[in-house]
């Protein structure tokens, strides 16, 4: 399935691994592909996700709790992504929690052998210490998580340090709310595109029609979207709904 879109933005498609069952998220993530989501955004879940809203908490808990999916089968199941679409830009998002059990070092070499080049880490300060022994052995690259209060001084010091591409919240809320942009951001994008014109900037967080999706690329490159994938499966109208936003 192709579109055709109106706007020069890409969108970005979010999805728990492991939920509702393994093998349907690989069918899920597909999908996606096939609708044309341009970046997958693929969760390893955990039961306690700090950022995110009650969808994305219940896909997560499901996969944790009833299925008992591992750290393990989510890496199979990526292996399985990439062997499919091999060219198809992923980028791989969980907490810290996650991340440490497994081991910072072993994780990131996993990442890399699976050609995955950026990490959403939302609890983890991408300039912490911490941080860098998830990417100091890898070519891979944390992506910063910002609020439209992000100081200047902040957002200054996160640009000196070369992050590629930057993640937006749309507002002071978590996943899967009702939308909005918050006044700031077109300050916060014109700051990050001024001293980093190649890095791209991503807005989420309770993106869900359309209209809302060319609001987004009227500001930045990437619209995220998760909750209300997520509501499309669970209704049983998935490919409908990615051509719908997918054409926006």
Same mark, same amino acid.
């Given at each position: 399935?192709?579109?055709?879109?109106?706007?020069?933005?890409?969108?970005?498609?979010?999805?728990?691994?492991?939920?509702?069952?393994?093998?349907?998220?690989?069918?899920?993530?597909?999908?996606?592909?096939?609708?044309?989501?341009?970046?997958?955004?693929?969760?390893?879940?955990?039961?306690?996700?700090?950022?995110?809203?009650?969808?994305?908490?219940?896909?997560?808990?499901?996969?944790?709790?009833?299925?008992?999916?591992?750290?393990?089968?989510?890496?199979?199941?990526?292996?399985?992504?990439?062997?499919?679409?091999?060219?198809?830009?992923?980028?791989?998002?969980?907490?810290?929690?996650?991340?440490?059990?497994?081991?910072?070092?072993?994780?990131?070499?996993?990442?890399? $052998?699976?050609? =995955?080049?950026?990490? &959403?880490?939302?609890?983890?300060? @991408?300039?912490?210490?911490? /941080?860098? !022994?998830?990417?100091?052995?890898?070519?891979?690259?944390?992506?910063?998580?910002?609020?439209?209060?992000?100081?200047?001084?902040?957002?200054?010091?996160?640009?000196?340090?070369?992050?590629?591409?930057?993640?937006?919240?749309?507002?002071?809320?978590?996943?899967?709310?009702?939308?909005?942009?918050?006044?700031?951001?077109?300050?916060?994008?014109?700051?990050?595109?001024?001293?980093?014109?190649?890095? $791209?900037?991503? =807005?989420?967080?309770? &993106?869900?029609?359309?209209?809302? @999706?060319?609001?987004?690329? /009227?500001? !930045?490159?990437?619209?995220?979207?998760?909750?209300?994938?997520?509501?499309?499966?669970?209704?049983?109208?998935?490919?409908?709904?990615?051509?719908?936003?997918?054409?926006?």
């Amino acid at each position: 399935m192709t579109h055709t879109k109106k706007g020069a933005g890409a969108l970005m498609g979010h999805l728990v691994l492991g939920y509702p069952t393994l093998q349907e998220s690989i069918r899920t993530a597909e999908k996606y592909v096939e609708g044309g989501v341009e970046i997958l955004e693929l969760q390893i879940p955990f039961s306690h996700p700090t950022a995110d809203g009650p969808v994305i908490t219940a896909a997560c808990r499901e996969a944790v709790e009833q299925q008992r999916v591992s750290m393990q089968d989510c890496l199979e199941a990526l292996q399985t992504i990439r062997q499919r679409f091999p060219d198809q830009e992923i980028m791989v998002m969980s907490y810290v929690n996650r991340v440490y059990a497994f081991g910072p070092r072993r994780f990131a070499e996993a990442m890399e $052998r699976l050609n =995955i080049r950026h990490l &959403i880490i939302p609890d983890l300060p @991408v300039d912490d210490a911490q /941080a860098l !022994a998830i990417t100091r052995h890898a070519n891979i690259k944390l992506v910063p998580v910002l609020a439209a209060n992000a100081t200047d001084a902040r957002l200054e010091k996160l640009l000196a340090a070369g992050f590629d591409f930057y993640y937006l919240m749309s507002d002071f809320k978590i996943t899967g709310s009702t939308f909005s942009l918050h006044p700031r951001l077109q300050k916060v994008i014109g700051q990050i595109k001024q001293t980093a014109p190649e890095a $791209r900037v991503g =807005i989420g967080f309770g &993106i869900s029609t359309p209209e809302q @999706v060319q609001m987004v690329y /009227a500001a !930045a490159d990437v619209a995220i979207i998760g909750s209300a994938l997520i509501r499309a499966q669970e209704a049983g109208g998935l490919e409908t709904y990615l051509s719908s936003v997918g054409s926006a």
